[in-house]
C-alpha cells in the first residue's frame, strides 16, 4: 500500500544496506546466461562477455531512453526513473533490463555524493557501483595515461623520433577525481633525465577519448582501430600523428580487454542491471556503451536506459550519434520533469524549489514545453514522467498533466524513488501504450554528410531554439584543421553548459532571440565525432565549497556513511 512514504527516515545508503541481495548467478539465471559465461567479480558483481550479443534479438527489442528537461543543479532524477521503471514493467510481466552508466568519483565525492538512484530506485551493491566497482574507470586511466608516457617517451627518443611538435601536442592526461589545479601544468621539468619541459594537463576520465571510445566500440577489432586513430598532435612540418603511429593501440587495448565486457548487478527488486562506461554529456556524448545497451537488448524484451543531462545535450547524442554508430533506434521516449525544476524555470530561487508555487510552475511549463517539442522533431511523441517529490502540491501535479494533455502528451505521476516498481506501474503502463500505439517512428536530425557548421547549424536551432551560430577566430582556424584532417563527415557532440537551454547558463525556461558562439573545436578522430566548444565548458571540474566527501566515512566494520 501507498498510504506512507517508506523512504521517510531512510537514506538511500541505508535503504540499500537493508537489501538482501540475490548472487549474481541468479540474476544472469533470468536472463538465461549460464554461470559458466560468468566472469564474476565476488557474490554480487559479474561481467558478461560481449559473445552473448545477438542483433537479431536486439531488432526484436523494445528501447525505451529516458531523458529530462533542462535540470536544476541537484538534477531530475532521471537514473533513479529508469531504475523505477523499470521495475514497474517487470511487474506488469515485460521482461526488462536497465542499461546505465557508471559514476564517476568526480561527481561521486563533489557534489552528488553518489549515483546509482535513490529512495526504493536503486541499483545495488550501491557503494561498489559509487566507488571502484569492477576496475573499469581505472583501466581507461591507465589505458589514457599510458598513450601520455609513449608520446612523451618519444619525444625525446633518438632511435624512433616522429618529430613530434611539443607545442602541437592534443593529448592530455586523466584521473577521476575533480582536480582544478591539474587543468594546466607544466611537466617534464628538473633536467633531460626527465623528459621533454612541454605544457600538459588532466581532464577528468569520464571527459576522455578513451571512455568515449569504450563506449563506442563494437567490439575488440573496433576498439584497436578506434585507439589507434586517436589524434596525439603535429610533427614540425604539420604531418599529424596517431596513436597507431607509436604502436600504442595494441597495448591500450590489452588494458581494456575486462573494461570492455559490460557488468552485471541487480535492482533493489532483484531485477537484472547492466551498468558500463561513464561519459559525462555536457562534453561529451553521456550514454553508456553500445555493447552495454546491445547486451541487454539481446537477453531482454524491453530494455530501459538514460543520456545525460536534460534531453538538448545527452538524449540528442544519443539519438544523433550513439544510434548512427549501433544501428539501434528508442521505441519510447521518457521526458522526467520534476515540480522543482519547473519552479525554477519558472523564477524560484534556489532557496525556495521545494516551496509550492503554482504561477512559478506555469511559468516552469516553457521549458518542458521545448522539450516535448525537440522530441517529435525525432519522431517520438514523449510520456512525461513527473518524478514525484514530497513537497511537491496537488494542484502543481495536476497543471502539468493538464499541459502535456493539451499538446497531446501523456503525463504520469512516477513514485519510483518512494515506493520502487509498485510507484511506477502507471508509468509502465503508458509506455507500453506509447510503444504499441505504433506512432513512434524515430529518425535522427541531421545527415552526417552535411557539412560541420550545417549540423551544428540544425541542433542550435532545432534543439536549442537559438537564431544564429556565431564562431570566434579560434573555431575558424579550427574547421579548416578538421577539414584538413578529412574529420567533416563526423557526428558533431556539442560541449554546452547543462543549465540552459542556451550556451549562457543564467538562461532558464526557454530562452529566445539569443546566439549562440563556437569558442573552439575539439575532435575525438578515434570515437568518431568533433566537438564544438560552446562558452566556458571544461574537462576538469572543479570541487564544490563543501564537498560530498566531507560527510563520508567507514567504521571498523567495514560500514560505509554518507554515501548517498
Known sequence: MQEETKTKYKSDLEI??????????????????????????????????????????????????????TPTPAGEGKTTTSI?????LNRIGKQTTVVLREPSLGPVFGIKGGAAGGGYSQVVPMEDINLHFTGDFAAVEKANNLLSALIDNNLQSRTRNLGLDPRSIYWKRVMDMNDRSLRDITIGLGGTANGIPRQDGFNITPASEIMAILCMATGIADLK??????????????????????NAHGAMALLLKDAINPNLVQTLEGNPAIIHGGPFANIAQGTNTILATKMG???????????????????????????????IGPSALVLVATIRALRHHGGSPAEEYNVPNVERVRAGLANLDKHIENAKKFGLTPVVSVNHFVTDSQEEVDLVIARCAELGVKA??????????????????????????????FKPLYDWKLPVKEKIETIAKEVYGAVAVNYEKKAVLDLKRIDNLGLNHLPVCMAKTQKSLSDNEKLYGRPEN?????????????AGFVIPILGAMMRMPGLPAVPASEGMDIDENGVVSGLS
Not at 84 to 88: I, K, M
Not at 225 to 246: C, H, Q, S, W
Request: hydrophobic share 40%; charged share 30%.
Open 225 to 246: 582501430e578506434k585507439l589507434g586513430n586517436i589524434f596525439v598532435g603535429f610533427t614540425m612540418d604539420r604531418k599529424p600523428i596517431y596513436a597507431r603511429d607509436l
Open 412 to 441: 504520469v505521476l512516477a513514485r519510483g524513488w518512494e515506493f520502487g516498481g509498485e510507484g511506477t506501474t502507471d508509468l509502465a503502463h503508458a509506455v507500453v501504450e506509447s510503444i504499441e500505439s505504433g506512432k513512434n517512428n
Open 297 to 327: 537488448m539481446s537477453l531482454s524484451d524491453y530494455v530501459v536506459t538514460e543520456a545525460g543531462f536534460g534531453a538538448d545535450l545527452g538524449a540528442e547524442k544519443f539519438m544523433n550519434i550513439k544510434c548512427g554508430y549501433a544501428g
Open 84 to 88: 523505477g521503471l523499470s521495475e514497474g
Open 16 to 69: 540499500a544496506q537493508a537489501c538482501k541481495m540475490q548472487h549474481i548467478r541468479d540474476i544472469a539465471a533470468k536472463l538465461n546466461i549460464q554461470e559458466d559465461d560468468l566472469e564474476m567479480y565476488g557474490k554480487y558483481k559479474a561481467k558478461l562477455p560481449i559473445r552473448l550479443i545477438d542483433n537479431d534479438k536486439v531488432k526484436e527489442c523494445k528501447l525505451v531512453l529516458v531523458t529530462a528537461i
Open 514 to 526: 539569443f546566439e549562440v558562439t563556437i569558442r573552439e573545436f575539439e575532435f575525438a578522430a578515434g
